[in-house]
């Protein structure tokens, strides 16, 4: 048996497969031999549901599935998945504290200096070590690209997209970006107003008034005011010509049988008239392209003479759900799970400013997928699983059969990092592959989709800032690892800090429904009282108003 595993394996390794010049040597390897192995290989693009579908193997090199068949069992018996150590901190069946929601995570192993190479199958190795190497958990891809990395590639290639802009009214404009920079119209204001309610006054006083005079908003220029007479004036109006200051009702004092009105504190010249032009000249620049359009923009708009603004076009995403065991309703059956990144992805994507189809259900046929890819007139295509190299893990190989250019294809990042970045040819659409796991997914929607978004948007892209995190958590021995988070206000006037949260395995939504940000743990891990980078959720900032954000 071992001889058989290991010779399926080594054929595997060497089987011929087609080169793509825009990928570097050795990425590829594995893939179109692997995909006749009899199971799918990813954990973090096997499963759509909340829990672990079984049977779903883990991360594996390409060159390992002949041999996964030979721990399947042994992973059922045990409750976990063949290649994840026990109580790590991305398996959905490590135990929870029963007393507390927070997390302090048991590390990863240190990966074996015999576990297998990268690439694959390590050449010159035994048949028999080759198959029992293939049995060990594999932690790292050298050719995985860098976290950080990743998300520069996919705001660079989002920002090199040709902007469609167009205009839109002020009553539709909430939640586009500004394609161009709003300049001003005229003068803000555009005359001399009052600030206050109260009297225009000119000169010294005391001052003679008429009781049956008084100046509205909304009328036009009034007759100029004499030194030494006041007029009753109402906020917004007019300032009369050779008014020297607004005095407020509260502070005069008006005699109505002599006429007169007296000031009950001295007045400055020039108190509470907002003079012309102070908030803005005609021609300046009051916002910059790539400004979100947000309700105070549309005031300022209106204020400064718009009736529609340039605006860049949203993306228009597709979004196709992979896999023939999801639900749509229902409780989970017979092998069956519910599909839980299709009612996620729509909101996430339109928080992110995109126009997103309605969630197209492929299961796992390459045929549909094939069509789909070509025939779609998207600006981004997200598929949901399939981004490893089982026998119906078929995005790689439809993505290489349509002569597609890979930008990003796996990203050193737990949980996710089967995740990619591919261009269709052409000038076709982008297409982010995220991994079918739900919390691998979200780790794909924040380094590929939402950076890539942002720059076809022309949306700044949000950056990770520091806080504080109040636990250990421990890390990959290599790879970045994406931790849910929630804020806390710090006590006795202490600095706000972040506590990780448990149930944050790939295949996992517990954790991030109940968060609100990622932290960005480094290889290694941090220690309590670390300062981390955050990823802020969409439901951090969101408010009321913003279109396709939720609160």
């Not at 670390?530 to 959720?537: K, P």
Request: proline share 11%.
């Amino acid at each position: 048996m071992e001889q058989a595993l290991a010779l399926v394996a080594h054929q595997a390794h060497e089987a011929p497969r087609p080169s793509n010049p825009a990928q570097p040597p050795g990425r590829h390897q594995g893939r179109s031999s692997a995909s006749q192995s009899p199971v799918r290989s990813s954990t973090e693009s096997a499963g759509h549901a909340a829990s672990q579908s079984p049977g779903r193997s883990s991360t594996e090199s390409p060159g390992h599935a002949a041999a996964r068949s030979s721990v399947r069992s042994s992973a059922r018996s045990s409750g976990r998945r063949p290649s994840q150590p026990p109580d790590s901190p991305d398996s959905p069946d490590s135990p929870a504290p029963a007393t507390s929601p927070y997390l302090s995570p048991s590390p990863y192993p240190s990966p074996s200096p015999s576990s297998a190479s990268a690439s694959g199958v390590s050449a010159g190795v035994p048949a028999g070590d080759r198959a029992d190497s293939a049995r060990r958990p594999r932690a790292h891809r050298a050719g995985d690209t860098p976290w950080d990395q990743a998300r520069s590639i996919a705001a660079r290639a989002g920002a090199t997209s040709p902007v469609a802009a167009l205009r839109v009214p002020l009553d539709r404009a909430l939640g586009y970006v500004l394609a161009e920079a709003l300049g001003a119209l005229t003068d803000l204001p555009s005359f001399d107003t009052s600030a206050m309610d109260g009297w225009a006054v000119a000169g010294p006083g005391p001052w003679g008034f008429r009781k049956d005079e008084g100046l509205l908003a909304g009328r036009g220029a009034p007759a100029p005011l004499p030194d030494g007479r006041a007029v009753r004036i109402a906020t917004g109006a007019r300032i009369p010509a050779d008014a020297t200051a607004v005095i407020r009702s509260e502070h005069a004092h008006a005699d109505e049988a002599k006429g007169l009105l007296h000031a009950r504190r001295d007045v400055v010249p020039g108190q509470d008239i907002r003079p012309r032009g102070q908030e803005c000249r005609s021609g300046d620049q009051l916002l910059p392209a790539g400004t979100l359009v947000t309700p105070a923009v549309l005031g300022l708009a209106a204020a400064a003479g718009y009736d529609a603004l340039a605006a860049v076009a949203r993306p228009i995403v597709d979004v196709l759900v992979l896999g023939d065991e999801l639900l749509t309703s229902g409780l989970p059956h017979d092998g069956l799970i519910r599909d839980a990144l299709g009612p996620m992805l729509g909101p996430w994507l339109r928080a992110a400013g995109a126009e997103v189809s309605e969630p197209r259900r492929l299961g796992d046929d390459a045929n549909a997928l094939r069509r789909a890819l070509t025939t779609s007139r998207a600006d981004l295509i997200i598929t949901t699983g399939g981004t490893a190299a089982g026998p119906v893990d078929h995005v790689h190989p439809v993505l290489a059969e349509i002569g597609a250019e890979l930008l990003v294809d796996g990203v050193a990042v737990r949980p996710g990092h089967p995740m990619l970045l591919a261009r269709l040819p052409s000038d076709g659409p982008y297409l982010v592959g995220l991994p079918g796991n739900p919390l691998a997914a979200v780790s794909g929607l924040l380094t590929l989709a939402e950076p890539l978004l942002g720059g076809i948007a022309g949306r700044v892209s949000q950056e990770p800032y520091r806080a504080l995190v109040h636990a250990e958590v421990h890390g990959h021995p290599h790879d970045t690892r994406l931790v849910p988070v929630v804020h806390r206000a710090g006590r006795a006037g202490g600095r706000d800090y972040v506590v990780p949260l448990h149930y944050n395995g790939p295949a996992m939504l517990r954790g991030v429904a109940g968060a609100d940000g990622l932290a960005v743990v480094p290889p290694g891990g941090v220690r309590s009282g670390t300062e981390v980078d955050i990823l802020d959720l969409p439901w951090a900032s969101a408010t009321p108003w913003t279109e396709g954000c939720f609160t």
